[in-house]
């Protein structure tokens, strides 16, 4: 076994330890940065869901992988441009990283263009944070419904990434408690370093990178 698919195993037993008896979190093996090369391994582990960060790199990679696993399933994970919709939406199942008007109407656009329907997520920056994409915790429940009443989108749930410098339970439970008042009861929240406290707050979802792949090469 290649070290990657030692790692898989182990992160998933965490997962089913952390929901105990409730059904335990899905997880988003985050592939960004990683070659088809070091992401083969795990899908022949049966890891099928997957997250990147950016539309062109998961365009470079998924397609041959997708030949000879058709059923795996490409989350978006990082922030849309609206000049990258249209492929957003022909090569990912689930964007997770709807943070503001004019991405709500370019993928309606392109939705109904393409006839694809990719589940969508609202990004809340849930920790406020001036450097870091989402629309504000306080305008999180009036975006959700303006998607859906002006823009006709489906939002399935809501994601966040919580300042790195704090204890993360607390940004979950507010994720959580927004969750509800919008109607939502999907929650993507959880990386590498707090996916099992994630869990224990509610999440539905966790995004596991470095935990699996090991070190993320390093830029040339």
């Known amino acids: 076994m290649t070290e990657s698919v030692e790692?898989?195993?182990?992160?998933?037993?965490?997962?089913?330890?952390?929901?105990?008896?409730?059904p335990p979190a899905t997880l988003v093996a985050v592939s960004k940065t990683y070659d088809a090369e070091a992401i083969l391994p795990v899908?022949?582990?049966?890891?099928?869901?997957?997250?990147?960060?950016?539309?062109?790199?998961?365009m470079a990679k998924f397609p041959a992988l997708r030949e000879r696993f058709p059923d795996i399933e490409l989350h978006l994970i990082g922030p849309l441009?609206?000049?990258?919709?249209?492929?957003?939406?022909?090569?990912f199942d689930v964007i997770e990283t709807v943070d503001r008007e004019k991405i709500a109407k370019a993928?309606?656009?392109?939705m109904a263009k393409q006839g694809r329907t990719p589940r969508l997520y609202?990004?809340?920056?849930?920790?406020?944070?001036?450097?870091?994409?989402?629309?504000?915790?306080?305008?999180?429940?009036a975006f959700v419904a303006r998607c859906r009443d002006v823009h006709g989108l489906t939002i399935e749930g809501l994601m966040c990434i919580p300042p790195a410098e704090d204890e993360p339970g607390p940004h979950f439970d507010r994720l959580a408690d927004?969750?509800?008042?919008?109607?939502?009861?999907?929650?993507?929240?959880g990386m590498s370093g707090d996916?099992?406290?994630a869990?224990?707050?509610?999440?539905?979802?966790?995004?596991?990178?470095?935990?699996?792949?090991?070190?993320?090469?390093?830029?040339?």
Do not use: C, W
Request: aromatic content about 2%; charged content about 20%; overall charge neutral.
């Open 7 to 22: 790692q898989l195993a182990a992160v998933r037993d965490a997962i089913a330890r952390a929901a105990g008896s409730q």
């Open 43 to 58: 899908l022949e582990a049966g890891q099928r869901v997957f997250g990147e960060n950016r539309v062109q790199e998961a």
């Open 81 to 91: 441009q609206s000049n990258k919709a249209a492929e957003a939406v022909a090569v």
């Open 107 to 110: 993928l309606a656009v392109e």
């Open 122 to 141: 609202v990004q809340v920056n849930i920790g406020e944070e001036p450097q870091k994409a989402g629309i504000a915790p306080a305008e999180a429940v």
């Open 178 to 189: 927004l969750a509800r008042a919008a109607g939502l009861d999907r929650l993507s929240m």
């Open 195 to 197: 996916y099992e406290t």
């Open 199 to 220: 869990i224990a707050h509610g999440a539905t979802s966790v995004r596991v990178g470095s935990a699996i792949f090991g070190a993320r090469p390093k830029p040339v």
